[in-house]
């Protein structure tokens, strides 16, 4: 690449489906100079360093944020607080802390008060995964077209925000900015609850007599496998989802809820016109979404 | 082809995604001597005659039925018992009458007391679909390692039976036969909860004001999207579904519910064990999914 480098070195904290396509990304097309990762595990240190995702690989936040110009917090938001406090006295003065977990006011609560004078937090979310997880599971294409949400608090250094939208937008993705709760609220109706629902409903599905198990699996292609595939995603990190985003997804359950007992009750009394309006107008939307090219 | 065709000349009646999958099937095979189809709306008629799906269109099921062996219903289920009454009398003697609708206790219901004596009624159920509808939307692998389940009342015409099947087999389907009670039960969980639940998610989320509304489509990438995919199949098909097949899909909804209250509890009092153990669990079903080829 001739173009200058956006970073000197980055320090990526978790190297799972996110952090291991951004390491591809940036690698790739030479986007930062050095590329450090931190992972817990001896294996998935090791499979780093196969698959060459990293210029250096480390047990230790604080080592691998030593020099680093941004760090980006890549593992299930349930770590950030331990990790905000065991990097923090290594961090150089000027240096960005960002990460792409899924619940924003999280992020700034855990992180936030850790920081040193000088640094900055600027916490993104790439709305973007699949079904697996794990280094191997990455691929530098993944934010391609997608959006990255980036939620600063209020008065966060201008110059350090733009640089980190510089970089997602380089690897692809369309920036865009929301305030904290915000984002909470709408990813818990756009993600949060919808993973709740597909994990209940493939868990309500087994729960049925052994017999009917088998027959569940044999049967999927009716819509269920749809279901399972969400119901796959990473344990721990949807875990700490609902744990970080309790109150949105709560007050959004409730909404869901009201809504299908509405249902519930019309196919009790057989009010077929309800049923069709509502389908109705649900296939709207779908067009919606692949007109704005998020099909 | 050399193969002797297995039907002189079947109707289908109703054209849409199946009908029109079917046809292309058994044309492209030379499954069926004649093709019959018989739709309600011009546009739909002239389309079929402009792909090419039929040697005869007709817009009267009488008309299309006679001198037919096999007649296939392929519309919504809504539709059965006016048309089994309209066609009745115009089958013509050893005739066999299916279907290919989602609930079969009501097929049976619908058609069965209608057919004169030396017809043979074989219910069938192709699990295999999309979300497109209309007889563009079809095409001739559809059914292809997919599962058809037949559910013929008991002391159905054995010969009939396996004429169906066959019929089935040729166009790439894997056969089954079952109870239709339990045909229903087991596809309310696998097909008919699942798309209640996503045209459910789909209406919560519109329902938000106008602003937000637009950042759900925006942001449909976290997982709502697939739900949008599913809430955007036919609604007159769906609603006919849920009203025929209340007491199964009532009773599932039922579990549903409860299992979706138990996690809310869990998120609401932090317990982070059990939302991760069910997490853990519904991602085994994903990979037994896999490994059965439903994917």
Request: with cysteine; hydrophobic share 45%.
């Amino acid at each position: 690449m001739s173009d200058t480098p956006l970073f000197e070195r980055i320090a990526l904290i978790g190297i799972g489906l996110i952090g291991s396509s951004l390491a591809r990304a940036i690698r790739r097309d030479g986007l930062v100079r050095q590329v450090a990762v931190c992972a817990k595990s001896e294996r998935t240190r090791a499979r780093v360093v196969e698959l060459g995702l990293a210029d250096s690989v480390s047990a230790d936040p604080a080592s691998a944020v030593s020099g680093a110009d941004l760090v980006v917090l890549c593992t299930p938001l349930g770590t950030y607080k331990e990790i905000a406090q065991r990097m923090a006295q290594a961090l150089k003065p000027g240096a960005i802390v960002s990460d792409v977990g899924s619940t924003k006011q999280s992020a700034l609560r855990d992180i936030g008060p850790f920081l040193p004078l000088g640094t900055h937090l600027v916490p993104a979310h790439p709305v973007a995964g699949t079904e697996h997880s794990g280094p191997d599971a990455g691929f530098a294409e993944l934010f391609q077209g997608r959006w990255c949400i980036l939620t600063p608090a209020p008065g966060a250094d201008e110059g350090a925000v733009e640089r980190v939208a510089e970089l997602w937008r380089r690897v692809g993705s369309k920036i865009t900015m929301m305030d904290a709760a915000h984002h909470d609220k709408v990813l818990a109706i756009t993600s949060h609850v919808p993973h709740l629902i597909a994990y209940t409903i493939v868990g309500t599905a087994t729960d049925l007599e052994e017999d009917t198990k088998s027959e569940v699996i044999k049967f999927s292609a009716g819509g269920f496998r749809d279901f399972t595939r969400i119901a796959a995603s990473d344990p721990v990190m949807w875990r700490d989802v609902f744990l970080n985003n309790r109150e949105a997804v709560l007050e959004m359950l409730q909404r869901f809820s009201e809504d299908l007992v509405a249902l519930q009750r019309a196919i009790r009394w057989g009010e077929g016109d309800k049923l069709e309006s509502l389908f109705t107008r649900t296939r709207a939307i779908r067009r919606s979404i692949i007109e704005a090219k998020q099909a």
